[in-house]
């Protein structure tokens, strides 16, 4: 059973820091994509970042670029999502996401390209 389960997630001011973290079992993790995502409350969810199963390729929404970093240990089948710069627009659930590598790469920001979702965790960011 694949399980997805993302943790970091908090208060935090304008122009703090987070880095949010989702653990992953019951898959070959190294041979899946992984993905984060956001949905801020009563709106669409919405690509974030994408990090290929070997960590080599990397993808961001335009939005976040130079704010956000993906990342991943394949030894403790962990992705990470650094954050700084916090804005208040960026307060949304954030979710991860795992597709396997077999798949297209630039569509890695399409929520259909992947197969497992963590359940979420929310980030609130105070102005």
């Known amino acids: 059973q694949v399980e997805l389960v993302e943790s970091g997630g908090g208060l935090v001011q304008a122009g703090g820091s987070l880095r949010l973290s989702c653990a992953a079992s019951?898959?070959?993790?190294?041979?899946?994509?992984m993905g984060w995502f956001r949905q801020p409350l009563g709106k669409e969810r919405a690509f974030v970042a994408a990090?290929?199963?070997?960590?080599?390729?990397?993808n961001y929404a335009n939005s976040v670029k130079g704010r956000f970093t993906i990342s991943r240990d394949n030894a403790k089948n962990t992705v990470y999502l650094q954050i700084t710069s916090l804005k208040p627009e960026d307060t949304a659930v954030y979710y991860c996401?795992?597709?396997?590598?077999?798949?297209?790469?630039?569509?890695?920001?399409?929520?259909?390209?992947?197969?497992?979702w963590g359940q979420g965790t929310q980030v609130t960011v105070s102005s």
């Open positions: 019951g898959l070959p993790f190294s041979s899946y994509d």
């Open positions: 996401a795992a597709g396997p590598s077999s798949g297209i790469w630039r569509s890695t920001p399409a929520a259909t390209r992947y197969d497992y």
């Open positions: 990090i290929s199963g070997s960590g080599s390729v990397t």
